[in-house]
């Protein structure tokens, strides 16, 4: 029962997302063949939202569910690092017309076969976390 708050969030985030179809390869596939602004108002939204959320957390110092404050360091800029990851990112996003989140929501949906792209990220996760220390960062 102590997690079933995150359940209900969960399941309605879902539902939301199936609803405004961002979940659905079609958007998907016509944002990255550049003939609709639908995906890209809504990831544009996310990205707006989450500056604004940031620099609210920021600026009042506001606390965590714990109690302690919230500290947001600095990160260091790294262009080849984020040029390198932001790639793979989005070759497996058009690959499998999904990116992670909405995996789990298109399983919810019925499409069974997201299944093994979760899997594949599962198995990607695990192989970075083996050979983390051999690579440049």
Not at 56 to 64: E, G, V
Not at 108 to 127: C, H, K, R, W
Request: with cysteine; aromatic share 14%; charged share 15%.
């Amino acid at each position: 029962m102590k997690y079933f708050k995150y359940l209900v969030l969960g399941i309605a985030f879902g539902i939301t997302l199936t609803k405004a179809e961002v979940v659905s390869w079609y958007r998907i596939y016509e944002m990255f063949k550049f003939q609709s602004f639908h995906m890209y108002g809504v990831i544009g939204s996310a990205v707006v939202l989450g500056i604004i959320i940031t620099q609210i957390i920021k600026r009042t110092k506001m606390k965590s569910m714990s109690g302690d404050v919230i500290d947001i360091p600095p990160k260091k800029f790294s262009y080849p690092r984020y040029l390198i990851g932001g790639t793979i990112f989005g070759l497996g996003w058009a690959m499998t017309g999904a990116c992670p989140g909405p995996m789990f929501i298109l399983v919810g949906n019925g499409f069974l076969v997201m299944l093994v792209a979760i899997a594949s990220g599962l198995l990607g996760t695990y192989v970075y976390g083996r050979l983390r220390h051999r690579l440049p960062h």
